[in-house]
Structure formats: structure tokens, C-alpha cells
């Protein structure tokens, strides 16, 4: 019998023989303990009763799967007190009783499927010569016992979807020291109220804008302050300006159609250029080659050469060398026509649009009982250039002409000097649009510089300046405020805030997208309260 430094054995186990079996490295283990204690009266016993085998499974060792035999005793209990005369030889620190995995490899599979949960932590076990199944991995993170929830003082509290749109649970961190504390499965206030009761020492609750997290707050920890994180005030902020915006979206048109009505600053090249031999408005492809052109034949004549032109904007050296050659622009044209289905219906299609019709369902449907194969959206496409001919004087195109809403917001919300220089002249063309939206971009940067600065004793003097505006979707998100001043007031004051919590809920997040199958909210749980 001997012992191995690459098969660590605790005392009182040696090993007899080792074998191996394709891949499988079989070891025979014998005890040489001399005496055991009772499992039940913990006396020691001497008189061997008999001697047993046992089946159990190992770390793997040298890529090989380990298999361990091990020959242990029975013993005779001679306390008299004892109920138990005959009891089996325990390994408490190796193998537990009735076990088929030693202790260390069951520790090993709980962290595979903390790491990874069941099918992935199978997959990367057999790259690491572990056999099991998801189910075991599974079966080993659900045993894991959960630590008592220790002193919270200062609690984040925020809400996580388990599917997004329909169910949603709620996460407890504690904002001292970065952990999560607990799960609930769901987002209810009586839920929320019983934990934080359980928890009289509570004395800061940082939460988010939801009225049932307020009252779980309020009424489960009537001893603790409230703050309102500031993200979520931001986020209501941007979402009341986005609706703004929008609702002044006719008024900045009109404001602008008006300034620019002044003459047209004359262009190098007359605008008659800028459409096709046939008539047609340059696309986008013509218009950037176009604007290349003019760019390289500045530079040629600042003197520089075509290679360093042909660089610059990015074409081929030969392109610049013919536009050099023939000084003047070549529109660009296709040598390859391509046959289309609608080709045989292009001349009744024409022939009904040019009568006034200009329904597209309707020719759609008129065509598809003609033999038309494609859908009214293919119909739609080929009619393009149809809908886009001139049929009178228009307003020339304005540099709002594709103002969003959505994008428009951020440069509210952003400070000015993190704005770039295209996106500068953006926010400045806006805010002289409309007095709208003057007001309103005065109004979020002195909400954006309380919330910045904490600079929560002026909340007052914003709020009144909000009343006196004629806004009505900064008036709602005032009377929001309004509900919730307090928790508000401590927000824009104190540093409380739900950043730990938000990195959580990301974390969250990973974890469920890694998870799928047999996965629920249990196991949720389990793998986040018991980080990898």
C-alpha cells in the first residue's frame, strides 16, 4: 500500500493498486484505520463486525476519469446505552455516507454550475474528463445552503424581469457592502413590505420611481429614509423631453422654413446638376460620389497629387486620374440592366398612375389580377421613383427635414461639452427653431446640474419655474415629483443612489441568458445569491 501526491488521500486511506481501463483509472483504497467512532453515541470501536466495498467517484487525474474502490469496515458498538450495534466505517471529510462522488468532486460540479448551470457545465465537465449529466449539476446547485441575510443598513431595491413584459421579481442589494441579499419573485408591495420588516435596522432604502416599491418602503420601514435614485429621475426626465419635442416638431419646421425662405447662397455648381440625364434626383449613391468629385478637384488645384488625392477621399488613383483628365464629371451609370417581373406591367402601372391614380393597394390589386407574383411592398418599391417626381414648387430640404424626437433628446440631456461639433450645430438649429425649445433645454440643464451637483435645495425654485412654462409634459413630470418630493429631495441631496443595484440586475441578466431548459426562478436564486 502507498499514498500519491496526484491522488491526495486523507489519513487512514491508502492505496492498494491502481488499474487502467481505456480511459478510466480504476484505484483500489483500503482503510487502515484501527479504531471508528459510532455515528450515533460517537464512542470508539475496535471489534470489526465485517468489511464492505464501496463505488465512488473521483477528481479526474492526468486526464483520466478517476474511479475509487474502497474497502471499509463494519464495527460492533459496545456502549451499551447505544441502539446501534453495528455501523459502518465513516469518512466524513472525503465521502459522505451513501454517497457516489467524493466530497471535492461534488464541490467541483457545484462551481461548474455556478459558472456555467447545467448544459454548459456538462459540456465543459467532459472537456475536464468529469462524467455527469445537467441533471446532477442541477441537483448539486439546488442543495447549496443559502447564508443567513446579515445587517443591512442601507438597502437598493429594484425590480428585474423574469419574462420580460409579463413577470418580473425584485432584487435586494446591500449598498455597503455590493451584494445581493435576496430574490423575490415578484414586484409586489405586500412582498416587498414583509422582507423589509423582517429587517428593523434598515435606515436608508435607495428605490426607483414604482409607487408599490414606495409604499413597501414606506410602510415595512417607517424608521428609514427614502431616496429616489437618481438614474430613474433622469430617465423620466429624457422621456417627458422626447414627448415635447415631438409635439414641437410642426413648430420648429415652420420656424425654420421661415429663416431659411432668405436667397440661397450661391453654389460652385449650379443645383440643375445634381439630377440625372433622364430627369431623375441623384440617390444617395450619386450625391457621395458627386461630393468626392468636388472634393479632389479642389484639392488638384491647391496643388496637391493624385495619389495623396486618391487617398484622401478614399477612391481608386485611376478614378482621379481620368477626373483630372476630362475636368468635368462623369455621371455614373449602370451597364447592367437587370430584368424584372414588373417589367410587363410597368406600362399599365405608369399609364393608371399619370390618370391620377395613386392608390398603391388598389393598383397592387389590379396588377396581382393581371398575373402579378410579388407583394404590394415589392409594387411599392418599383413605384419610388413615381412618388418621388415633382409635381410643383416645394420647399427646398431643411436641415431638419430628418429631425427625430429620440436622437433630439440626448442633446438636452447630454452636457454640452461632451457633444461633438456636427452635433452642436444640431442642438443649436433646434433651440433657435422654437421658443419651446429654448425653454425646454433651459429648464432639463438646470434640472441636469441639481442632479450633478446634488444640489437638492434648489428643487424648490426649478419646480416653480416649470409651473410658469407652458409645457405640459415637463408639468407632468413635475406633478410626479410632486408625489414623490420627499424620497426626491433625498435623491438630489444625498449620494444614496441604485447604481450597485442596476450592475446587479445586469449581472442578472447574463445569468438568465445563460440558463435555459429546466430553468426557473428557484435556480435563479441559488446562482445568484451564490456567485461563481
Avoid at 398575373?371 to 411592398?377: E, I, V
Wanted: positive net charge; charged residues 25%.
Amino acid at each position: 500500500m502507498f499514498s500519491s501526491p496526484f491522488l491526495p488521500l486523507p489519513a487512514g486511506l491508502k492505496i492498494a493498486t491502481t488499474s487502467t481501463r481505456d480511459d478510466l483509472l480504476v484505484v483500489q483504497v483500503v482503510s487502515t484505520n484501527v479504531r471508528s467512532c459510532c455515528p450515533l453515541c460517537f464512542c470508539p470501536a475496535e471489534r470489526r463486525h465485517s468489511q464492505y466495498t464501496r463505488v465512488v467517484a473521483d477528481l479526474p487525474c492526468a486526464g483520466f476519469r478517476v474511479q475509487l474502490i474502497l474497502h471499509v469496515r463494519r464495527f460492533f458498538c459496545d456502549e451499551a446505552s447505544c441502539i446501534r450495534k453495528i455501523f459502518t466505517e465513516r469518512l466524513p471529510a472525503f465521502v459522505l455516507p451513501w454517497a457516489r462522488l467524493t466530497v471535492r468532486l461534488c464541490e467541483a460540479l457545484q462551481s461548474l454550475g455556478l459558472a456555467t448551470c447545467g448544459e454548459l457545465g456538462t459540456r465543459l465537465a467532459a472537456r475536464l474528463a468529469i462524467q455527469t449529466s445537467p441533471t446532477t449539476i442541477l441537483r448539486r446547485i439546488m442543495i447549496l445552503p443559502l447564508d443567513p441575510v446579515k445587517s443591512v443598513i442601507h438597502l437598493g431595491i429594484d425590480d428585474f424581469a423574469l419574462r420580460r413584459g409579463r413577470n418580473y421579481g425584485t432584487v435586494l442589494v446591500d449598498l455597503q457592502r455590493h451584494t445581493v441579499i435576496d430574490l423575490l419573485a415578484d414586484r409586489k408591495a405586500k412582498t416587498a413590505k414583509v422582507w423589509i420588516q423582517n429587517h428593523p435596522e434598515i435606515r436608508v432604502v435607495s428605490r426607483d420611481r414604482a409607487g408599490d416599491y414606495a409604499t413597501a418602503a414606506r410602510q415595512g420601514a417607517p424608521q428609514a429614509i427614502e431616496a429616489a435614485d437618481r438614474f430613474h429621475l433622469i430617465k423620466n426626465l429624457a422621456e417627458a423631453v422626447e414627448k415635447a419635442l415631438t409635439h414641437c416638431r410642426p413648430e420648429l419646421q415652420k420656424g425654420l422654413k421661415a429663416k431659411e425662405a432668405a436667397p440661397a447662397t450661391i453654389l460652385e455648381v449650379p443645383l440643375l446638376s445634381l439630377v440625372t440625364v433622364d430627369g431623375q434626383p441623384y440617390s444617395a449613391h450619386q450625391t457621395e460620389r458627386y461630393d468626392r468629385y468636388q472634393q479632389a478637384m479642389t484639392l488638384r488645384k491647391q496643388g496637391m497629387i493624385v495619389k495623396e488625392i486618391a487617398k484622401r477621399v478614399g477612391l481608386a488613383r485611376r478614378t482621379i486620374q481620368r477626373w483630372v483628365k476630362e475636368e468635368t464629371y462623369v455621371e455614373t451609370t449602370y451597364h447592367h440592366s437587370h430584368r424584372s417581373r414588373f417589367d410587363a406591367y410597368a406600362p399599365y402601372v405608369t399609364q393608371r398612375w399619370d390618370s391620377g391614380c395613386h392608390n398603391i393597394p388598389q393598383l397592387w390589386r389590379e396588377v396581382q389580377a393581371m398575373g402579378y407574383p410579388h407583394s404590394d411592398r415589392a409594387l411599392r418599391a418599383h413605384l419610388e421613383p413615381l412618388r418621388g417626381k415633382v409635381k410643383g414648387d416645394f420647399l427646398a430640404a431643411s436641415s431638419l427635414d430628418h429631425f427625430s424626437a429620440k436622437e433630439a433628446t440626448w442633446l438636452f440631456i447630454r452636457h454640452f461639452a461632451d457633444l461633438n461639433e456636427k452635433e452642436r450645430e444640431e442642438l443649436v438649429t433646434i433651440r433657435q427653431g422654437t421658443e419651446t425649445a429654448e425653454t425646454l433645454y433651459q429648464l432639463v440643464q438646470a434640472f441636469l446640474q441639481m442632479v450633478r451637483k446634488l444640489g437638492g435645495e434648489q428643487l424648490e425654485s426649478w419646480l416653480k419655474s416649470v409651473r410658469a412654462c407652458h409645457i405640459p409634459e415637463l408639468h407632468r413630470f413635475a406633478n410626479g415629483i410632486e408625489r414623490d418630493k420627499a424620497a426626491v429631495l433625498i435623491g438630489l441631496t444625498l449620494s444614496h443612489n441604485n447604481g450597485q443595484v442596476e450592475g446587479q440586475v445586469t449581472r442578472i441578466k447574463l445569468i438568465k441568458r445563460m440558463m435555459y431548459g429546466r430553468a426557473g426562478f428557484p435556480l435563479l436564486r441559488q446562482r445568484v445569491l451564490h456567485p461563481a
